[in-house]
């Protein structure tokens, strides 16, 4: 069980908006802590793709990504979904409790329909 | 080519060890901090050991304290993770990442802007 709470998997059609949360607690989002997403395409390692704040847009992530958070949660955003999209993302943190400094959420699945 | 490629995988029995290791390129290795990542097969990933610039500072997971040792000569531009008492639930693949500039300002702004493609761990009798 991920100290970080993600849904299992989203989906959308090309064209759409979907969002993925993450939920945490007040050791880690909730105290201010930067969300870091990465995207894992099938069969690769993880690529950095974004931060909630303070670190910059990689370049090469389109703007069709946005990533944001709010007391103990985070979101990421995509617009204008496309095909090339499908794959999962994972959020990640500094926890300031006990048993582990960075933490990451469980993972989600997008699927493109 | 700015790159991070791990080695040292493989098959071992649970009780076993074995070391990994990290070979950067591309970058000014001796800048940044270093991390080990992992990926049990079919799950999530799993933060599991970070070293300072400078080797001064190393942090590792409740899971893999007292077991794994991480290391790193900035001489040779390389990472490592020395495992032993290995378990079956250590199976998986190892990343090495390299940690995003900002590191610099507190271990609350480490995140990983430079992946390996890993390493598999097998731990099994």
């Known amino acids: 069980q991920s100290v970080l709470t993600q849904p299992p998997s989203v989906s959308g059609a090309p064209g759409q908006r979907v969002t993925i949360s993450c939920t945490g607690s007040s050791s880690n989002i909730g105290a201010n802590y930067v969300v870091h997403w990465y995207q894992q395409l099938p069969g690769t390692a993880p690529k950095f793709l974004l931060s909630s704040d303070t670190i910059p847009r990689p370049s090469g992530v389109p703007e069709r990504f946005s990533a944001s958070r709010s007391g103990t949660s985070a979101s990421l955003a995509i617009t204008g979904l496309q095909a090339e999209d499908e794959a999962d993302y994972y959020c990640h943190c500094y926890d300031n409790s006990l048993g582990g400094l960075w933490v990451f959420g469980g993972g989600t699945r997008l699927t493109v329909l | ?125």
């Open chain 2, 1 to 125: 080519e700015v790159q991070l490629v791990e080695s040292g995988g493989g098959l071992v029995k649970p009780g076993g060890s074995l070391r990994l290791s990290c070979a950067a390129s591309g970058f000014s290795f001796s800048s940044y901090g270093m991390n080990w990542v992992r990926q049990a097969p079919g799950k999530g990933l799993e933060w599991v050991s970070s070293i300072s610039r400078s080797a001064g500072d190393r942090y590792y997971a409740d899971s893999v304290k007292g077991r794994f040792t991480i290391s790193r000569d900035n001489a040779r531009n390389s990472l490592s993770l020395h495992m032993d008492s290995l378990r079956a639930d250590d199976t998986a693949v190892y990343y090495c990442a390299k940690a995003g500039a900002e590191a610099a300002a507190g271990l609350r702004f480490w995140y990983y802007d430079l992946w390996g493609r890993g390493t598999l761990v097998t731990v099994s009798s």
